[in-house]
C-alpha cells in the first residue's frame, strides 16, 4: 500500500509541474493588420500597446522581450503599409509573442 502512495504523490508532482505549459499557449490571429500603436499610459516602460483587426482588440508586446525590435518593425510596417501577419498572442496575458509572414 505504501508503494501505491509513493507512485500516487510522485505522478501528482510530475503533473503539478507540468502544467505551467498551458500559459504558454498562443492564440492566433492569422491575416491580421495592425490598426494603432500607441504607448501604454500605465506601463510605457514595459509595453507598447497594439491594436489588432477592424474590432481593434488590444494587445501588449514587451519591451524586455528579446524580439521587441523585430516585432516593433513588423507592427510599424503593418500599421503604416497594411501588411498583413499571422500574430500569435499569450492567452490569459494578451502579450504578443510571435508574428510571422503569412504564407
Request: net charge positive.
Amino acid at each position: 500500500m505504501k508503494a501505491w502512495t509513493y507512485l500516487l504523490l510522485l505522478f501528482t508532482m510530475i503533473t503539478s509541474c507540468s502544467s505551467n505549459s498551458e500559459s504558454q499557449k498562443l492564440i492566433w490571429y492569422n491575416n491580421a493588420t495592425i490598426n494603432n500603436i500607441l504607448e501604454d499610459p500605465d506601463k510605457p516602460e514595459e509595453v507598447v500597446r497594439v491594436a489588432i483587426g477592424i474590432s481593434a482588440q488590444v494587445f501588449y508586446i514587451s519591451k524586455k522581450s528579446p524580439d521587441y525590435k523585430t516585432m516593433m518593425e513588423k507592427v510599424d510596417l503593418s500599421f503604416k503599409k497594411g501588411k498583413t501577419y499571422n500574430i500569435g498572442v499569450e492567452s490569459k496575458t494578451n502579450i504578443i509573442k510571435e508574428i510571422n509572414e503569412v504564407k
